[in-house]
């Protein structure tokens, strides 16, 4: 399973890790989205269907 | 009339929901969602780098599913594990191995990336991560 990073205080409901190439992945638990940053620009924000899951997998890339 | 889901449907809902998939969570439809997933990379992923990933995971669902040891007891299984090898056995020769190494080696589906795409997935994946992918023109027969 891939190691998180805690990158700031956001609480116990927003997950943040980093994935390999710099970016990095946020999950609200909250709503499940999901929102990948690539420095000040959003890339990706979305819901996904396995919500946590595929969190872990795109910070272990 | 509306038929009530087998208690093998229930079984398999009730273990994807808990794992957090949100949506189309009936056997059938995470098997559907694999299968069409495959079928689009047949013909080059048209998708962006998120949308596959996205997409990707449902089999990691199915992979859950076929080990819950609750689940093991129903007939629909072993049906299941079947329709599940037959797209796998489409799949894997798409792929690139071992492209990224921090994803287990079990989850091969996740570990390797297909050889070819449409052109937003191979721009993003080289943005993203320096793979370089075969770009699809056209539909391949």
């Given at each position: 399973m891939a190691q998180l990073e805690?990158?700031?205080?956001?609480?116990?409901e927003i997950a943040e890790g980093r994935r390999s190439n710099g970016d990095v992945v946020r999950f609200d638990h909250r709503t499940g989205t999901l929102g990948v940053h690539r420095g000040d620009v959003i890339i990706a924000w979305f819901r996904p269907d396995e919500g946590f899951e595929l969190y872990l997998r795109e910070v272990a890339k | 009339m509306i038929t009530p889901p087998s208690p093998f449907d229930a079984a398999f809902t009730a273990f994807v929901r808990g794992r957090g998939l949100w949506r189309d969570d009936t056997a059938g439809a995470v098997l559907e969602r694999w299968s069409s997933f495959v079928a689009e990379c047949e013909q080059g992923y048209r998708g962006d780098e998120f949308a596959y990933a996205n997409e990707v995971m449902s089999r990691t669902t199915l992979e859950a599913a076929m080990r819950e040891p609750s689940l093991a007891r129903f007939p629909e299984m072993g049906v299941l594990r079947r329709r599940v090898a037959d797209v796998d056995a489409r799949f894997k020769p798409l792929l690139v191995e071992h492209a990224f190494r921090g994803i287990d080696v079990d989850e091969w589906w996740l570990r390797g990336i297909v050889r070819y795409a449409g052109h937003r997935l191979a721009r993003e994946w080289k943005q993203s991560f320096g793979f370089d992918v075969e770009v699809v023109r056209h539909s391949r027969a």
């Open positions: 805690h990158w700031g205080d956001l609480g116990d | -």
